[in-house]
């Protein structure tokens, strides 16, 4: 069976999507199948190698394709990853749903951004293409609001890479000392945007108690997004001075040191159909802090502190219980590194090859 694949996102900017399409070429790529893989989406520029830099070696059966998309009958089946999706008519079609945000939650989008997914979802469902949501609450928000049957809407999660796993000391001092973290910090990752709920954060941390808040030092990584107002003039963040340490954009290589020397991960985001930086800090052996609301819950667990992100109260307590409970971390630490053992890209990809097949999932994952 030849299947047909939007690649374009793997070697772009690392943000969820990309994140995810990468990984599911990684797990593809190790899953030993007799099927044959298309990959389209790139430019001319871009070789085969800039590709497998980012997700790894990848076996001859993955066919780098020409610019464009398929040809009327080149490909058996096509997965779109991302929200861009062909006219093919006559193939079947897969598509992986994120979130429905831009449909319950407009104002977390750009209007640029919510047409674009309004019109990949359109497509899919005109074309009958089979909805892969990356979480049951997506799965759950998909049937609620367009009234689709049950069986046409699979739950197959993402993973954490390989590459998140605890590191030794000597590589997390050596990055704390190359990055100038001097003194035991609390992480907040991701694209900076409205959504990450980042502002609530910052009260929250300042809100603690005194004593607590001097040991740690808030570390803000994630590369600046929509409505990035300049965050680093908001009152919140002047009023933290030099308890607050913004590092911008991380490359991939320094995020598992940069979890594993983390106190603990702080994401009390208003929203995520999936959420991967928890369960990428759970792999690194990592405690978390997180929202108890979409699909966060389902991912961490009980490996988790879980607030409500649109209380500053709740993110404070929290924040409190855990930063003063060394008890409670180790907890964390044991809890979460065996809870993202259940999530594997490999797993991922043998799920999403039986729904290439035109069958359910091997398992559920």
């Known amino acids: 069976m030849r299947i047909g694949i939007d690649v374009a996102k793997a070697v772009g900017p690392p943000d969820g999507i990309a994140t995810y399409t990468a990984g599911l070429l990684a797990g593809l790529a190790q899953a030993d199948?007799?099927?044959?893989?298309?990959?389209?989406?790139?430019s001319a520029t871009v070789e085969r190698a800039a590709l497998e830099a980012r997700v790894g070696p990848l076996p001859a059966s993955f066919e780098l394709m020409p610019p464009g998309p398929p040809r009327a009958g080149e490909v058996d089946v096509f997965h779109a990853p991302a929200h861009q999706l062909p006219?093919?008519?006559g193939t079947r079609m897969v598509f992986?749903?994120?979130?429905?945000?831009?449909?319950?939650?407009?104002?977390?989008?750009?209007?640029?951004?919510?047409?674009?997914?309004?019109e990949g979802l359109s497509r899919a469902l005109a074309q009958g293409a089979r909805l892969v949501a990356v979480s049951e609450s997506t799965r759950r928000d998909a049937l609620a609001r367009l009234a689709l049957p049950p069986e046409q809407v699979r739950v197959i999660p993402g993973a954490a890479r390989t590459e998140f796993r605890p590191r030794d000391g000597s590589e997390v001092t050596a990055l704390r000392a190359r990055l100038g973290l001097g003194k035991p910090y609390l992480l907040a990752l991701g694209v900076l945007e409205p959504r990450k709920n980042l502002r609530r954060l910052l009260r929250a941390f300042a809100e603690l108690p005194e004593p607590l808040r001097r040991e740690q030092q808030l570390v803000v990584a994630g590369r600046r997004g929509w409505l990035d107002e300049g965050p680093e003039s908001w009152p919140e963040a002047r009023a933290l001075g030099?308890?607050?340490?913004?590092?911008?954009?991380?490359?991939?290589?320094?995020?598992?040191?940069?979890?594993?020397?983390a106190t603990a991960l702080a994401y009390p985001s208003l929203y995520e159909g999936f959420?991967?930086?928890?369960?990428?800090?759970?792999?690194c052996g990592t405690p978390v802090l997180t929202s108890e609301v979409s699909s966060l819950p389902e991912v961490v667990g009980e490996a988790a502190?879980?607030?409500?992100?649109?209380?500053?109260?709740s993110i404070r307590d929290g924040l409190a219980r855990l930063l003063g409970s060394a008890e409670l971390q180790q907890r964390l630490r044991e809890a979460g590194l065996e809870r993202a053992r259940l999530f594997s890209w490999q797993k991922t990809a043998f799920a999403l090859i039986e729904?290439?097949?035109?069958?359910?999932?091997l398992r559920e994952v």
């Open 33 to 42: 199948s007799p099927e044959s893989f298309r990959l389209y989406g790139l």
């Open 275 to 283: 959420g991967l930086p928890p369960l990428e800090a759970m792999a």
């Open 96 to 118: 992986t749903l994120h979130d429905l945000t831009f449909l319950s939650h407009p104002e977390l989008h750009t209007l640029g951004n919510r047409l674009l997914c309004l």
């Open 305 to 313: 502190v879980l607030v409500d992100p649109q209380r500053i109260e």
């Open 242 to 261: 030099e308890e607050l340490r913004w590092l911008g954009e991380v490359v991939e290589g320094d995020l598992p040191a940069l979890y594993s020397g």
């Open 87 to 89: 006219r093919l008519p």
């Open 355 to 361: 729904v290439y097949r035109g069958g359910a999932p």
